[in-house]
């Protein structure tokens, strides 16, 4: 039998997404820090940035992206700068929004580079901060201990993160409730019949889970 793996997660819902938008944009309030400028860090930045443009009444909203390759593309497996910013922020007061800093390595290179672009001001901004991270943001919503380190499932990635996390469960042949026992047993979230099947079907379609009678085993 295969290793078994087994980590903390937590399926982050929308209302805890909009208290902790609330909470970050009433920390900028409090210093009255007004962005003229919002930068999302994509992809994890991109839905709070606008949700923060909302609050915020701000117009203006662009995008950074920064990727984690594998050891295999990347020796040091830092991340990189893989959409560069593509418009004038001088003299802007900007703030840079992510979902979370877990290593730090994402935020610290697009605050590098949108420095070179010379805006007025420049914060930083994340709803969720564990604090092993290399950087601490100016302004978030939780602080995460580094002892109760967590793998956030946020809704925007859902289902990207259940079609990684399904197969863990499949060190043997397994039924959808047995599925569903083992994404509570190993990674400590409840997720609805409803969720595993349509994610059992994007699997299969990508050839990476097959079906014997009731149980499904990973393909291969």
Not at 98 to 118: N, P, Y
Not at 183 to 205: C, G, K, P
Not at 206 to 217: E, H, I, M, T, Y
Request: contains cysteine.
């Amino acid at each position: 039998m295969e290793k078994v793996e087994s980590f903390k997660c937590k399926l982050v819902t929308w209302e805890e997404i909009a208290q902790w938008t609330e909470k970050v944009c009433q920390s900028l309030d409090r210093d009255h820090n007004k962005p003229t400028v919002i930068i999302g860090l994509t992809r994890g930045g991109w839905v709070p940035a606008r949700l923060l443009c909302d609050h915020l009444k701000v117009k203006k909203l662009y995008a950074v992206k920064t990727e984690h390759w594998g050891v295999t593309a990347n020796q040091d497996g830092k991340a990189l700068l893989t959409q560069e910013l593509n418009t004038s922020i001088a003299n802007e007061n900007v703030i840079i929004v992510d979902d979370i800093t877990d290593t730090g390595e994402s935020l610290t290179l697009a605050l590098g580079h949108i420095k070179e672009h010379k805006p007025k001001s420049l914060k930083s901004v994340t709803l969720l901060h564990i604090d092993h991270s290399k950087i601490e943001p100016d302004y978030f919503a939780v602080r995460v201990p580094k002892e109760d380190w967590t793998w956030f499932i946020f809704p925007w990635n859902v289902h990207e993160d259940l079609r990684t996390l399904l197969p863990k469960t499949l060190y043997e042949p397994k039924d959808i409730a047995g599925i569903q026992a083992g994404f509570r047993d190993q990674f400590q979230i409840d997720v609805s019949e409803y969720m595993v099947r349509d994610t059992l079907a994007n699997l299969e379609s990508d050839g990476r889970v097959v079906k014997k009678g009731k149980n499904w085993s990973k393909a291969g």
